[in-house]
């Protein structure tokens, strides 16, 4: 599919505005998954590790299948992976309601609620990449702060929807709430060339040109049967002698001769038709080794390998805080009275403020997005390591503020991504990456969870997520370092303006 020029606006800002709902819609329950684990662990008495897994599958199983999921929107498109997505996340929430256990639970909201939010992240991103180009920062930031607001009011809405209908009437109507994914994604109209080809030409191009050389030749063959038969008769006519037993004998011939040509091309037809079956399976092994080339040539970029431990690590420590803080609270036995607003709404209505500050100054030439993500990755990593000596909810509520805020790098990701390999790979690059950071996704959880079962407290959990993050964050500065370009090349001279982690993506 070949794209015009992105228009940095127009019909883009109402893309905009559809993917901020879809990331809101989708992303809500998920990201506000803390209310409903402490409701899981009553509700079906298992251990921390164990009940959070549902909440690390919900979000990491989405990015763990970012690879199949971008190669299904390149191959269908934003809006119908949308529009299916939207009934896998309306349908895996209405199934939870019905968990009779924890394993159930796995797969509806898990793997179901999870694999749609992954699917509806990438087809949200990957049509505003293509829509901005000068703004991309500022788009990016926008609908990556859905689903923050969704965080946000997703936390109080089930804390009351539990209340009034229970768990089960909380899930269903969030099921419900979550259909209008459908509106959003039926607006994502894709941008598409006007001089583009058509789906018929274009599958008319790709027929082998074999195929027509067999619709030839059968009509070459007919054609010579029916001036065989019409010459005939002509002389028939001509001499006006009936002769049946000639006529028999000719007809004989006729007929023997159509069956031997119809049998040759028959043959031959299923010759050619078998050849273009192995030259199409060839040409898919070719594309699938050639996968694995780009693959390849993407690690040997010292950035894009360092960004690949980077957000591994970053996963791994710093999304625990979102889905267990108020359990975290609950075991520093502080009590509810002190609650002025639950601490998951405050991480996430600073997420979608960190978001859109982080995206905006990632429009400005001055500023090296690379550096402004690795400093959001060590100051993350030093509050994680602050939360152990968090003894009343002001201090929990500020680092859940300052957490919530730094974990808005997500929106300047992309961003990075598309500086350290290019617009070209962007959807290979960025789907490997997000395989490893929902990996992080949901190994994290779990294993703060089985430190607590073991330990009994949260200190050690929390001292191994900051160092997870901190050593993240160092990786990727070192690799960043301008001084490794003028080791490897002394005599290039950078261009004024240009960022170390651009020209180590030409390496």
Same mark, same amino acid.
């Given at each position: 599919m070949v794209y015009r020029k992105p228009p940095d606006g127009g019909w883009g800002w109402v893309i905009v505005i559809v993917s901020f709902f879809t990331q809101f819609l989708c992303y809500g329950s998920p990201l506000?998954?803390?209310?409903?684990?402490?409701?899981?662990?009553?509700?079906?008495?298992?251990?921390?590790?164990?009940?959070?897994?549902?909440?690390?599958?919900?979000?990491?199983?989405?990015?763990?299948?970012?690879?199949?999921?971008?190669?299904?929107?390149s191959s269908f498109g934003a809006r119908p992976v949308a529009i299916f997505s939207g009934f896998m996340v309306a349908g895996g929430l209405m199934m939870s309601s019905f968990a009779p256990n924890i394993y159930f639970l796995y797969l509806s909201y898990g793997i179901v609620v999870g694999l749609g939010c992954g699917l509806l992240y990438n087809a949200t991103v990957t049509i505003t990449c293509q829509y901005f180009d000068k703004r991309r920062g500022l788009a990016l930031g926008l609908i990556s702060t859905g689903s923050s607001v969704g965080l946000f009011i997703y936390a109080a809405l089930q804390r009351e929807l539990i209340?009034?209908?229970?768990?089960?009437?909380?899930?269903?109507?969030?099921?419900?709430?979550?259909?209008?994914?459908?509106?959003?994604?039926?607006?994502?109209?894709?941008? $598409?060339?006007?001089?583009?080809?058509?789906?018929?030409?274009?599958?008319?191009?790709?027929?082998?040109?074999q195929y027509f050389v067999y619709h030839?030749?059968?009509?070459?063959?007919?054609?010579?049967?029916?001036?065989?038969?019409?010459?005939?008769?002509?002389?028939?006519?001509?001499?006006?002698?009936?002769?049946?037993?000639?006529?028999?004998?000719?007809? @004989?011939?006729?007929?023997?001769?159509?069956?031997?040509?119809?049998?040759?091309?028959?043959?031959?037809?299923?010759?050619?038709?078998?050849?273009?079956?192995?030259?199409?399976?060839?040409? @898919?092994?070719?594309?699938y080794l050639n996968y694995w080339e780009e693959t390849v040539v993407l690690f040997k970029n010292r950035v894009f390998s360092a960004l690949f431990f980077a957000i591994l690590l970053f996963d791994i420590g710093g999304f625990?805080?979102?889905?267990?803080? $108020?359990?975290?609270?609950?075991?520093?036995?502080?009590?509810?009275?002190?609650?002025?607003?639950?601490?998951?709404?405050?991480?996430?209505?600073?997420?979608?403020?960190?978001?859109?500050?982080?995206?905006?100054?990632?429009?400005?030439?001055?500023?090296?997005?690379?550096?402004?993500?690795?400093?959001?990755?060590?100051?993350?990593?030093?509050?994680?390591?602050?939360?152990?000596?968090?003894?009343?909810?002001?201090?929990?509520?500020?680092?859940?503020?300052?957490?919530?805020?730094?974990?808005?790098?997500?929106?300047?990701?992309?961003?990075?991504?598309?500086?350290?390999?290019?617009?070209?790979k962007l959807t290979h690059a960025y789907g490997i990456l997000m395989f490893f950071a929902g990996l992080g996704n949901s190994l994290g959880p779990p294993i703060v969870g089985w430190f607590y079962d073991w330990t009994q407290e949260y200190d050690t959990a929390f001292y191994f997520s900051g160092f997870c993050v901190l050593l993240g964050g160092f990786l990727l500065l070192l690799a960043a370092l301008p001084c490794w370009n003028a080791c490897t090349d002394r005599s290039s001279k950078l261009p004024p303006n240009t960022y170390s982690y651009k020209v180590a993506s030409s390496a």
């Open positions: 506000a998954v803390g209310v409903l684990y402490l409701e899981w662990l009553d509700a079906f008495g298992e251990g921390k590790g164990k009940t959070a897994w549902v909440g690390s599958l919900a979000n990491g199983i989405g990015l763990l299948a970012s690879p199949v999921c971008s190669i299904c929107v209340e009034l209908y229970g768990l089960d009437g909380c899930l269903l109507i969030v099921g419900a709430l979550s259909l209008n994914i459908l509106a959003c994604g039926s607006l994502m109209r894709p941008l $598409e060339s006007s001089d583009s080809p058509s789906p018929e030409k274009a599958c008319t191009d790709k027929v082998p040109d030839e030749k059968e009509k070459t063959v007919e054609e010579n049967i029916s001036i065989l038969e019409k010459g005939y008769i002509d002389e028939k006519c001509a001499n006006n002698v009936p002769d049946y037993k000639q006529d028999n004998i000719l007809n @004989k011939n006729v007929l023997s001769s159509i069956n031997v040509n119809e049998k040759d091309t028959y043959k031959k037809k299923v010759v050619e038709q078998t050849n273009f079956c192995k030259q199409l399976a060839k040409r @898919k092994w070719q594309l625990p805080p979102s889905l267990l803080m $108020e359990d975290i609270a609950r075991s520093a036995n502080i009590n509810e009275e002190d609650y002025h607003m639950p601490l998951v709404s405050i991480i996430g209505i600073m997420t979608a403020i960190g978001k859109l500050i982080l995206g905006i100054l990632a429009d400005f030439k001055w500023v090296n997005t690379l550096y402004l993500y690795v400093l959001t990755l060590l100051m993350m990593g030093a509050a994680l390591l602050a939360i152990p000596f968090a003894r009343s909810y002001f201090t929990l509520a500020v680092l859940s503020g300052i957490l919530g805020f730094l974990t808005g790098n997500w929106s300047i990701f992309p961003y990075v991504t598309t500086k350290t390999v290019g617009i070209e």
